[in-house]
């Protein structure tokens, strides 16, 4: 699928060619469908024809991901234990499947410098305005040296990149109905991004990649990543996580 950004007065042009280079995304003055729009100083992903379903944006600095940082269960979070940050503090974690970002940056907010992997073009651009707008607020000052972005597809970075101590996957799970889809962001996010159809073909490269451990998010109800029954599992609130252990942390 291809991505425009729509332009305006308010979009420095010199950043909008920025996007354009890296992400291969084009300008345009009238957009249809799912796009990219500059709203209050940041880049935001809406639809032009469901003004209800909301504006999707990444938001490190505000919202959401400011209360999870200050007051979330910080190393007694299960993605913590998962990834056992409980047990080390500079942890180097891959996330192969970066999503908006939410769970490298709770990992990044303690302690782990995080390479966050989106292939979908307009994704990795709303990552790329996060990580810029967050840098630039002084209680994250720590985001460039602990959250890095690749845009490229989860396989092309598992077999490239340098050894990491921890792989963490989150692939889009298909829901079993409509009534899993709760939230508005979440069924807008499927329909840009789509179902990880090729997430089996994952596991066997994050394992090889990966010196300590590879964690996958799945939903309660879902089966082991391409059948292979995980080391241990952390039980989260809505989720799981499955651990598949090379060595000790």
């Avoid at 007065?9 to 249809?32: C, I, M, P, V």
């Avoid at 032009?48 to 379903?53: A, D, G, N, R, Y």
């Avoid at 409509?178 to 069924?187: G, Q, Y």
Wanted: aromatic content about 6%.
């Amino acid at each position: 699928m291809a991505f425009s950004i729509l332009q305006s007065l308010e979009l420095d042009r010199s950043y909008a060619d920025s996007l354009k280079q890296q992400f291969g995304l084009t300008l345009t003055e009238n957009a249809n469908g799912w796009h990219l729009a500059w709203q209050h100083g940041a880049l935001v992903l809406r639809h032009s024809e469901l003004p209800k379903q909301g504006d999707i944006v990444v938001d490190f600095a505000g919202g959401a991901a400011s209360y999870r940082r200050q007051h979330g269960g910080g190393k007694s979070e299960a993605i913590a234990k998962a990834c056992g940050l409980q047990k080390k503090r500079d942890v180097t974690v891959l996330d192969a499947t970066a999503g908006l970002g939410r769970d490298a940056f709770v990992l990044a907010s303690l302690g782990a410098s995080v390479t966050l992997v989106e292939r979908n073009p307009a994704v990795a651009a709303l990552l790329y305005d996060g990580l810029r707008r967050g840098a630039q607020t002084a209680e994250l000052s720590w985001l460039p040296e602990r959250m890095q972005l690749l845009h490229c597809s989860a396989l092309q970075a598992l077999t490239t990149h340098a050894a990491v101590d921890v792989v963490y996957l989150d692939p889009m799970f298909p829901p079993r109905d409509k009534t899993a889809l709760v939230k508005k962001e979440m069924r807008a996010f499927h329909d840009v991004v789509g179902s990880d159809i090729d997430a089996d073909a994952l596991l066997v490269p994050a394992l090889q990649l990966a010196q300590k451990r590879v964690v996958v998010k799945r939903p309660g109800y879902a089966e082991y990543l391409a059948g292979v029954k995980p080391t241990m599992e952390v039980g989260g609130k809505n989720n799981r996580f499955d651990v598949y252990i090379n060595a000790a942390m």
